[in-house]
């Protein structure tokens, strides 16, 4: 018990009972020959009566039950922590994360190679676990990461540069293998590379990053992450929410493989500090990409029936795969209505495409709200007001299940929050997009 990676846990659950497609499922790489000989305590015999006393039977089994946990003065507030283990072959050097957690992703974990270190950080809540390791020997760029997301564990698989033997994986670096709140683990970058940059509005860009090889991310849901340039000798970094290619993508196919791309909608302001910098990047230049951040739940999408969007600006940034993912995901959908403020119609962003979605799925309604229209615009006028959300906050349902997601300028978006508790909608339907 003590000397398996997984935990107790794992090995109760083929206590008394066949293991062998759990052993097949999560094990198949245990050689048994040099490992599994070891731990051979003795054959299992079906005895014939019930013991009388359990505890002696207990004893009898020296020591195969589950021991008392000793207690770790952490449990209370944080998951059990993780633990890892590697092998290999001649080629390959193969390192297992047991999260002991089942709601584990491929979102949840980020692998990054750069300069003979190797960083393998798994998102559990709000803590962080950290695989951080000088490598002993060269590996390849490439690597692959796959999870078994009903057992919680997370396989990564090196090429080795040489077909040698490895007596260590290397040495360890800060916070290895450990667990700590994701608070204090701080933000870690790895460089990318622009791809393309294509006009959206006159002055909204798509930019399409590309991780490099070495890289693992997937950006979730809701969560942006922090771009860096040095500009003039300083390093400057500025938050950004990554987006999907398209909001009809369900529709095309994606133009490049997924995973690999980051794609942003940015808006340049002249006089800005990062923008214009930003903006004068060339094709094959390299910004720096942080971690994800941001505190969305997918879980929050659980059985919902009204998804309501109030955007302005570029705070259209995250409702872009909200809506992808509503729209795909939510058996329990019934509508999801997007109120989208800008100054003129020449500032929304991606409008025909939203046009084109909300005539494609019916369950979708856009509507759009502008704060310095030309005398031609006759929709719908003026700043976010307690008309205008009360007109537009109807629930398709008496009681149905609601989830408000606000998100633009920092007064916009505290004076929505206001409207939205005199309208009495609760904290838990209110979700907004703030640092
Ligand atoms: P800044 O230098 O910050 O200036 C912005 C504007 O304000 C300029 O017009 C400038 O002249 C003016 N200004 C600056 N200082 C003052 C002042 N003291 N008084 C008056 N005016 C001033 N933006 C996006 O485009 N896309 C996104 O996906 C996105 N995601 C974000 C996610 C989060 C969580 C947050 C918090 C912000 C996000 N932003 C996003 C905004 C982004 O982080 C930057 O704030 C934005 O790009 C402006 O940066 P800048 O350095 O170019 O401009
Ligand atoms: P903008 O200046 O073009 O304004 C868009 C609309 O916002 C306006 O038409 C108006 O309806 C509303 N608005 C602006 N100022 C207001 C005010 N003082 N009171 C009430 N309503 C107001 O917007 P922009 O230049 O695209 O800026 C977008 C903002 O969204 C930025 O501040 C950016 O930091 C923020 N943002 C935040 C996130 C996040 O996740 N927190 C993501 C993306 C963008």
Request: aromatic share 10%.
């Amino acid at each position: 018990m003590e000397y398996h990676p997984g935990g107790e846990d794992e090995l109760m659950r083929a206590a008394g009972s066949d293991g062998t497609d759990l052993f097949d499922q999560v094990h198949r790489w245990v050689n048994y020959e040099s490992m599994l000989k070891e731990c051979l305590v003795g054959r299992m015999a079906v005895k014939s009566a019930v013991p009388k006393d359990y505890h002696e039977e207990k004893k009898v089994l020296n020591g195969m039950l589950p021991k008392s946990q000793p207690t770790n003065p952490l449990a209370k507030e944080s998951p059990v922590s993780p633990s890892y283990d590697w092998f290999q072959t001649d080629s390959l050097v193969t390192i297992v994360i047991y999260t002991k957690q089942k709601d584990i992703n491929l979102d949840s974990v980020i692998v990054d190679y750069q300069d003979d270190s190797f960083r393998a950080e798994t998102i559990i809540k709000d803590y962080s676990y950290l695989i951080y390791i000088g490598l002993s020997h060269e590996i390849q760029e490439d690597f692959s990461v796959q999870v078994v997301e009903n057992v919680g564990k997370i396989e990564i698989v090196l090429k080795k540069t040489e077909n040698t033997s490895w007596t260590c994986l290397g040495h360890p670096l800060e916070n290895h293998n450990l667990l700590i709140p994701k608070k204090d683990t701080g933000l870690y970058y790895r460089k990318c590379q622009l791809i393309s940059k294509e006009d959206v509005t006159h002055d909204t860009k798509l930019f399409c990053l590309m991780l490099p090889p070495s890289t693992h991310l997937q950006v979730p849901i809701g969560q942006h992450v922090y771009l860096k340039l040095t500009i003039t000798g300083t390093e400057i970094v500025k938050p950004y929410t990554p987006v999907s290619n398209s909001l009809l993508s369900e529709f095309k196919e994606p133009v490049l493989p997924n995973n690999k791309y980051i794609y942003f909608l940015i808006k340049i302001y002249p006089a800005g500090l990062f923008t214009p910098e930003l903006d004068h990047l060339q094709i094959g230049d390299f910004v720096s990409v942080s971690s994800p951040e941001g505190n969305f739940k997918i879980s929050q999408f659980q059985e919902l029936e009204d998804l309501f969007l109030l955007a302005a600006g570029t705070g259209f940034t995250p409702m872009v795969k909200i809506l992808n993912y509503a729209l795909t995901n939510i058996p329990t959908l019934r509508k999801v209505k997007l109120m989208f403020f800008n100054k003129t119609e020449d500032d929304i962003i991606w409008r025909s495409q939203l046009e084109k979605l909300a005539f494609k799925d019916k369950r979708f309604d856009i509507e759009f709200v502008l704060s310095a229209p030309t005398s031609e615009w006759n929709g719908k006028q003026g700043h976010i007001s307690p008309a205008l959300l009360s007109e537009f906050l109807k629930r398709s349902l008496d009681k149905s299940k609601v989830l408000i997601c606000i998100c633009g300028p920092m007064p916009f978006t505290e004076q929505g929050i206001r409207l939205l508790h005199d309208l009495n909608f609760s904290k838990d339907e209110i979700h907004s997009f703030t640092t």
